[in-house]
């Protein structure tokens, strides 16, 4: 029997939604972007740029309208529900809802998108088509976590693709195509394998086809055909993610990308994939992802102190904090890979805390490089006595990256580390290896952040480069921005459960669900011993498994 048949009628029906908040937040901005080329505008943007503010306003404003008046954080299962038969000979339906996996995601991503035309304030190159791309966007990445539909969400995930392209091949810096050209063949490239995934689960059992979540979690997929399809998708999903070494597209179109661009590739982008793999491998594949759980903590690990390493060494400003993005985006691995209801809990807080912190992070860049026109650490150098304000706000940031305790950053680590740590599932040795080289990352960390704030304020000062710059300290819009950003940071970190409730029954129902597939595998029964080329675990090499193998 297959493993999945035991979670048979385990998902909870979905809650019909009263108003069609979800519909309205993905239209509202994609339709909102369609009226910016009819805008009348003298061409430095200083209309459209208003208008572009406004409409993202009002679709943060409908997130937050949907959380208030439409889910309830204590449910598990799927709310706000909308479903309209859509093309049914395709068994292609509009299917939107939230739960705990997709609502604190999609408040990030409309409070994001917000924040970042509002960076966008200074662009006068092509306004119209930047503030139509950047609108466009934020109803296609609110799809991405808001659709219920498998196919519905390969569509989504592809509307995404090019405007990040464009956006790059056209704002961005010297090698503004190359990086570009990368994004777009790793992302498109990777995302094949979520339509090859979406037909065979869709049109399994035969029949017309379906493709919705609530449908494809009932299904009684066989182990084998899980594995595939788990395969699959975590190439796809690592890629988005980014899991190393899927992850070198990120460095580059991070190098090339202007302020704005960066806080929606940080902020929400790589939020993608760890949303996916929780969706879809952890939560529709349960028997597949009890396999692969090991696989997962040991990437994530590889993430952690390979990023670190290499953002220790990088001289270039953006690139230094695109690996520490990479490095921080491991942490959510260990978590995702975990079978504890903190750890996992953990992974959606880092999810979010990253979020809020890398947008931050790469906003503070673009501002310094508009001042300094350089990314080069060994150029700067003794701005500090300049650019009073903006020492200030680089280090509160910094601080939070670190995982300072009082900040978002520092919660969501400790809570991925104590629910690895604690999770009996895994041997103590593997625990142990894993906590201690995932330490290392964490004390790389503030070693690289607080030696590039020494480079950029209190380096050796560079006469020639400060007489030729006009060092302007910290706008107030630019206060604005971080000071947004850092509310929920420290609120978080002060008050983890204002964030930790909002997704907690839906975690706990993920992790149960999983833990029954591990229950199964560890059984020394058929189902092991079928299996034996593709487990993790044999009854006859206990002591390779990372698994407490349970004796009959």
Not at 367 to 383: F, I, S
């Amino acid at each position: 029997m297959s493993i999945l048949a035991t979670f048979s009628g385990t998902v909870p029906e979905p809650i019909e939604a009263d108003f069609p908040w979800l519909s309205l937040s993905i239209l509202f901005p994609i339709f909102g972007s369609l009226v910016v080329p009819f805008i009348p505008d003298k061409g430095d943007g200083k209309t459209v740029r208003w208008y572009a503010l406004g409409i993202a306003l009002v679709t943060f404003l409908i997130t937050v309208g949907a959380y208030l008046k439409g889910y309830d954080p204590s449910q598990e299962g799927l709310q706000l529900a909308e479903r309209v038969s859509w093309l049914p000979d395709l068994g292609l339906t509009w299917a939107v809802g939230a739960d705990g996996l997709s609502m604190p995601l999609i408040l990030l991503t409309s409070f994001i998108t917000a924040l970042a035309v509002l960076a966008a304030w200074p662009v006068s190159f092509k306004p119209k088509l930047f503030f139509f791309l950047i609108l466009a966007m934020d109803g296609g990445q609110i799809a991405v976590f808001a659709v219920q539909d498998m196919l519905l969400f390969f569509l989504a995930w592809e509307l995404e693709l090019l405007p990040v392209y464009l956006l790059l091949a056209i704002w961005g810096g010297k090698k503004r195509q190359y990086a570009a050209t990368k994004f777009i063949i790793y992302t498109a490239g990777s995302s094949l394998f979520i339509l090859l995934a979406a037909l065979a689960m869709g049109f399994f059992g035969g029949g017309t086809p379906n493709f919705e979540f609530t449908h494809l979690a009932n299904q009684d997929f066989g182990t084998g055909f899980q594995l595939l399809c788990y395969g699959g998708l975590l190439i796809a999903f690592g890629v988005k993610l980014p899991v190393v070494p899927l992850h070198t597209w990120l460095p580059d179109a991070h190098g090339e990308a202007t302020a704005p661009v960066h806080m929606l590739l940080a902020g929400i982008l790589l939020k993608m994939g760890g949303y996916a793999l929780l969706r879809f491998n952890a939560q529709l594949l349960p028997a597949a992802h009890a396999q692969f759980a090991p696989l997962l903590i040991v990437l994530g690990v590889v993430n952690i102190i390979y990023a670190a390493l290499t953002s220790f060494a990088q001289r270039n400003l953006k690139r230094k904090i695109a690996y520490s993005s990479i490095s921080h985006m491991g942490f959510v691995l260990i978590g995702i890979g975990s079978f504890s209801s903190l750890g996992t809990s953990g992974a959606m807080l880092q999810m979010v805390s990253h979020g809020l912190i890398g947008a931050s992070l790469f906003f503070l860049v673009g501002a310094t490089y508009d001042r300094t026109r350089t990314l080069q650490l060994n150029e700067m150098g003794g701005v500090g006595q300049k650019m009073r304000i903006m020492f200030a706000l680089w280090t509160t940031c910094s601080l939070a990256s670190l995982a300072l305790p009082g900040m978002s950053g520092f919660v969501s680590e400790l809570m991925v580390f104590t629910g690895f740590v604690t999770d009996e599932v895994y041997t103590l040795p593997f625990r142990i290896v894993i906590a201690g080289l995932a330490a290392i990352g964490v004390i790389l960390t503030p070693i690289y952040l607080l030696s590039m704030l020494r480079e950029i304020f209190f380096g050796k000062e560079n006469v020639e480069f400060l007489s030729n710059r006009e060092l302007v300290d910290a706008e107030p819009r630019e206060i604005y921005v971080i000071g947004s950003l850092l509310v929920p940071i420290i609120g978080i970190g002060l008050y983890p459960r204002i964030m930790t409730e909002t997704y907690i029954a839906s975690i706990d129902g993920l992790v149960e669900r999983d833990k029954i597939a591990i229950e199964q595998m560890l059984k020394p029964s058929e189902t092991i011993s079928s299996n034996k080329n593709l487990s993790l675990i044999t009854s006859s090499t206990p002591s390779l498994t990372p698994y407490k193998v349970r004796k009959s």
